[in-house]
């Protein structure tokens, strides 16, 4: 079983940046590829970034591109996607994600994870 704890949402304006955390449970952390996914108030869960077991392939959705970077420290079972030049669009609640089953790339394509965080909101005023 995993278990996986996300901090550091909040309120921040526009232009703004923050860094979410994941901590997972499990001594196989590093053998899984994980994801960020984001869930806005009246819409579908949507992904956002994944990243390998050893954190060298990232994925990113078109709208995050070059804003949100995906990172990992496996020796403290955490993975991290730092938030820049937020949108107000960005709003929602970010949730992380593990997967036993599909790779960074099958995540980015739309496959599904084992494992879901309860998620930490980020609200971006304008």
């Known amino acids: 079983q995993v278990h996986l704890v996300e901090s550091g949402g909040g309120l921040v304006q526009a232009g703004g940046s923050l860094r979410l955390s994941c901590a997972a449970s499990?001594?196989?952390?590093?053998?899984?590829?994980m994801g960020w996914y984001r869930q806005a108030p009246g819409k579908a869960r949507e992904f956002v970034a994944a990243?390998?077991?050893?954190?060298?392939?990232?994925f990113y959705a078109d709208s995050v591109k070059d804003r949100f970077t995906i990172s990992r420290d496996n020796a403290k079972n955490t993975m991290y996607l730092q938030l820049n030049s937020l949108k107000p669009e960005d709003t929602a609640v970010y949730h992380c994600?593990?997967?036993?089953?599909?790779?960074?790339?099958?995540?980015?394509?739309?496959?599904?994870?084992?494992?879901w965080g309860q998620g930490t909101q980020v609200t971006v005023s304008s």
């Open positions: 990243i390998s077991g050893s954190g060298t392939r990232t």
């Open positions: 499990g001594r196989t952390f590093s053998t899984y590829a």
């Open positions: 994600a593990l997967s036993r089953r599909y790779s960074s790339a099958q995540l980015a394509r739309g496959e599904n994870c084992d494992y």
